[in-house]
T-cell receptor, first 116, second 113 residues
Framework: AQTVTQSQPEMSVQEAETVTLSCTYDTSESNYYLFWYKQPPSRQMILVIRQEAYKQQNATENRFSVNFQKAAKSFSLKISDSQLGDTAMYFCAFMKHSGTASKLTFGTGTRLQVTL | NAGVTQTPKFQVLKTGQSMTLQCAQDMNHEYMSWYRQDPGMGLRLIHYSVGAGITDQGEVPNGYNVSRSTTEDFPLRLLSAAPSQTSVYFC????????????FGSGTQLSVL
């Protein structure tokens, strides 16, 4: 079974600064996907970024980037130029590559507050 | 394009009552699933389906039933509601052939008194 650990329950960052959210996972699989989801107060689950384990290059999406360290089983999210709209709960999630239907394993989340 | 639609958005039940949470998607996705979200525990998989007529249990299936008679619909039934089922419930769908992205509904906040 897979486990996903987010060790930072809450974080705060000032507007325009950079913040990094941590995520580690445990699996015996060699091919899988990793995701970061954002959940604002509206409750909607929004996909921020995804990474395929067989790709060595770290994924980037505008101000969001990841540091994927496969050997260390680490998958951190960096948010650059933080904006007030980034205030949300952030979840790290794992999915096996094949035969997985929609079976995501989530971490417990990090609540990010962006302040003026 | 509506995506994944969940109804109701909010529901209050008394212990022992039964109800069905509805989930429908209009993207012709093969895979559908139900998650529950509890404070401090992230989202956990309840049941999932890989196609019409096929369902299976996830991590926390006790107290819930599902069926998948059509590709579009995947209702979640609470047989006899308990306070421990107070949670936010999310339905999600994914295409088997078009990538790994999961599409989530907007969630149902359920309170069992």
């Amino acid at each position: 079974a897979q486990t996903v650990t987010q060790s930072q329950p809450e974080m705060s960052v000032q507007e325009a600064e950079t913040v990094t959210l941590s995520c580690t996972y445990d699996t015996s699989e060699s091919n899988y996907y990793l995701f970061w989801y954002k959940q604002p107060p509206s409750r909607q689950m929004i996909l921020v970024i995804r990474q395929e384990a067989y790709k060595q290059q770290n994924a980037t999406e505008n101000r969001f980037s990841v540091n994927f360290q496969k050997a260390a089983k680490s998958f951190s999210l960096k948010i650059s130029d933080s904006q007030l709209g980034d205030t949300a709960m952030y979840f790290c999630a794992f999915m096996k590559h094949s035969g997985t239907a929609s079976k995501l394993t989530f971490g417990t989340g990090t609540r990010l507050q962006v302040t003026l | 394009n509506a995506g994944v639609t969940q109804t109701p958005k909010f529901q209050v039940l008394k212990t022992g009552q039964s109800m069905t949470l509805q989930c429908a998607q209009d993207m012709n996705h093969e895979y559908m699933s139900w998650y529950r979200q509890d404070p401090g525990m992230g989202l956990r998989l309840i049941h999932y389906s890989v196609g019409a007529g096929i369902t299976d249990q996830g991590e926390v299936p006790n107290g819930y039933n599902v069926s998948r008679s059509t590709t579009e619909d995947f209702p979640l039934r609470l047989l006899s509601a308990a306070p421990s089922q107070t949670s936010v419930y999310f339905c999600a769908s994914r295409s088997r052939y078009q990538g790994e992205k999961l599409f989530f509904g907007s969630g149902t906040q359920l309170s069992v008194l």
